[in-house]
């Protein structure tokens, strides 16, 4: 069965401060895994992309690595900012051609206090 | 990431009532998937449509069905609307199932 798992469930962290979030996937045939930022009640936004072939991707202040033997992902947030809380979801695509599925997290529930 | 639009954005149905959502895919999409997700949950795949057919389904009864038209928006139908159909349904469109997949903003279901 294909399954994404995230930890922590929820974190909470000082505006400035460094934080990584961790997936573990058990999807087959692997085909891509995105992170996603989604704030509350709003349809989440793609932050990066990676395929088999790649380790690490980078936007800004986010920092995806993808260790694709061990079926490991995580999203390192650089200098955090009040506008980083929000809901972080890794999300893995499987197989190709125009049948496929995405399995989700459950997500991380990321608090920046002041 | 914009081209995605989803309409409406909040909904109160009663319970039995049907309701339709509505999803206009980015331009070049020719593939839409439509999720649920429960508060404090991570979306569940109810179906996915290509290039007008339904070609994956995921865990929901057939009460929930869908439409794909030739300009490639669907729609999401649900029958008989029960308290637990209350979520946050999203829509996300892609042209190729391997990288450029965009998600809409969502409709806000609440079903008293």
């Known amino acids: 069965k294909n399954q994404v798992e995230q930890s922590p469930q929820s974190l909470i962290i000082l505006e400035g401060k460094n934080c990584t979030l961790q997936?573990?996937?058990?999807?087959?045939?692997?085909?891509?895994l995105r992170w996603y930022k989604q704030d509350t009640g709003r349809g989440p936004v793609s932050l990066t992309i990676?395929?088999?072939?790649?380790n690490t991707k980078s936007n800004g202040r986010y920092t995806a690595t993808l260790d694709a033997d061990t079926k490991q992902s995580s999203l390192h947030i650089t200098a955090s900012q009040l506008s980083d809380s929000a809901s972080y979801i890794c999300v893995v695509s499987s197989s190709g051609g125009s049948n496929y599925k995405l399995t989700f997290g459950k997500g991380t529930l990321l608090t920046v206090n002041p | 990431e914009t081209g995605v639009t989803q309409s409406p954005t909040h909904l109160i149905k009663t319970r039995g009532q049907q309701v339709t959502l509505r999803c206009s895919s980015q331009?070049?999409?020719?593939?839409v998937s439509w999720y649920q997700q429960a508060l404090g949950q991570g979306p569940q795949f109810i179906f996915q449509?290509?290039?007008?057919?339904?070609?994956g389904r995921g865990n929901f009864p057939p009460r929930f069905s869908g439409l794909q038209f030739p300009n490639y928006s669907s729609e999401l139908n649900v029958n008989a609307l029960e308290l637990d159909d209350s979520a946050l349904y999203l829509c996300?469109?892609?042209?190729?199932?391997?990288?450029?997949?965009?998600f809409g903003s969502g409709t806000r279901l609440t079903v008293v």
């Open positions: 996300a469109s892609s042209w190729d199932s391997h990288y450029g997949y965009t």
């Open positions: 997936c573990n996937y058990t999807v087959s045939p692997f085909s891509n």
């Open positions: 990676m395929t088999f072939s790649e």
């Open positions: 449509y290509y290039r007008e057919e339904e070609n």
């Open positions: 331009s070049g999409h020719n593939t």
